[in-house]
């Protein structure tokens, strides 16, 4: 797992490509498998992504796709299976594949962070 610092829920696309023929995504990923999944998107200002809808055991798919002036388009998406998030951090486990992102966020529970210090 880790853990990256966030700045009022908003947060750099660590696949962000930075070509004028880039398309660049953010999205919360829903459905049972990778085959059958909707992308709700994310709000971007550049290649800042603003993480406010984003809830613990979400999947988040990054995406920052390439596109050749032939029209060949070179991927490069991460998926990210937030474990916690908090206004100022987010606990996240990588994955390779949506496919496996998405198995984990069925299997897993979302850990509880909480700011409060016991008495």
């Not at 750099?12 to 909707?38: D, L, S």
């Not at 984003?54 to 991460?78: C, L, M, T």
Request: hydrophobic share 35%; with cysteine.
């Amino acid at each position: 797992m880790k853990t990256v610092e966030l700045d009022g829920r908003s947060i750099e696309n660590p696949a962000y490509c930075n070509h004028k023929r880039g398309r660049n995504w953010a999205a919360i990923m829903r459905g049972k498998n990778a085959a059958n999944c909707a992308r709700d998107f994310l709000p971007m200002n550049g290649e800042i992504v603003d993480l406010e809808a984003v809830q613990a055991g979400d999947v988040v798919e990054f995406g920052g796709d390439y596109i050749s002036g032939s029209g060949r388009r070179q991927p490069d998406r991460r998926w990210w299976h937030v474990h916690a998030i908090e206004d100022d951090a987010l606990t996240y486990e990588p994955y390779e594949s949506l496919a496996k992102a998405l198995k984990a966020a069925r299997t897993t529970t979302p850990l509880s962070i909480t700011s409060e210090e016991p008495v």
